[in-house]
């Protein structure tokens, strides 16, 4: 069975400080990746995702994540954080069960950022 | 293109209740997937539809349940409401052709007292 680990549910950062928020998984087969972000009262959106082909990834609004395979990774980076990141970051793992995907979500992380 | 819209967005419902909660994909989109968000289990996955079929189930009672329409919309159900239902249930649609990104709605928030 797939599962995800976020570490840390709470992060704070100081305004444009490094953002790093930490996601490990597990799958049995090749797994896509994703990173989603919500706002207060809103629902997910859509990060950025890993599915084959180039390990660093890139998203909107500055995000990026690396899939590292050996370590079972896919952390969350952006160089500078800005006031507007305030929101709860969600990674998530998908697998196709018999042919049919199944993603799983991780706990949560909620970032503060710090003026 | 139009989101993914939930309707209603916040319900007030007494133990015992039955509710019922409504999904309209986007235009083209097939698939439309439902999670409960609670701040204890973050987003549980509850079941997917695929033209008007279940293809995923997770690990809900059978006091939930869901259906889905020629148009893609989806409903979801919940019978004999407990306190421990509130919870914000979220609406994801996607093309179904596994590409795997799914599109969310902003949830209907569910309070039952």
């Known amino acids: 069975a797939q599962s995800v680990t976020q570490l840390g549910s709470h992060v704070s950062v100081s305004e444009g400080a490094l953002v790093l928020l930490r996601c490990n998984y597990s799958s049995s087969v090749p797994p896509y990746l994703f990173w989603y972000v919500q706002y207060p009262n809103q629902g997910l959106q859509l990060l950025l995702k890993?599915?084959?082909?180039?390990?660093l990834v890139k998203g909107i609004n500055g995000f990026e994540a690396e899939f590292k395979k050996s370590e079972t990774s896919f952390h969350l980076t952006k160089p500078s954080a800005h006031m507007s990141d305030a929101a709860e970051y969600f990674c998530?793992?998908?697998?196709?069960?018999?042919?049919?995907?199944?993603?799983?979500f991780g706990i949560g992380t909620k970032l503060q950022v710090i003026p | 293109k139009a989101g993914v819209t939930q309707t209603p967005r916040y319900l007030i419902k007494t133990r015992g209740q039955q509710v019922t909660l409504s999904c309209s994909p986007i235009?083209?989109?097939?698939?439309v997937s439902w999670y409960q968000q609670t701040p204890g289990q973050g987003l549980q996955f509850l079941f997917e539809y695929f033209s008007e079929t279940q293809r995923n189930k997770g690990n809900f009672p059978g006091r939930f349940s869901g259906r889905q329409f020629s148009n893609s919309r989806s409903e979801m159900n919940v019978s004999t409401l407990e306190l421990g239902d509130s919870a914000l249930y979220l609406c994801?649609?996607?093309?179904?052709?596994?590409?795997?990104?799914?599109?969310f709605g902003p949830g209907t928030r569910l309070l039952v007292l």
């Open positions: 998530a793992v998908s697998d196709r069960p018999g042919g049919y995907q199944k993603v799983t």
């Open positions: 994801a649609s996607s093309l179904g052709d596994n590409q795997e990104t799914q599109y």
């Open positions: 235009s083209g989109h097939r698939s």
């Open positions: 890993y599915t084959t082909g180039a390990t």
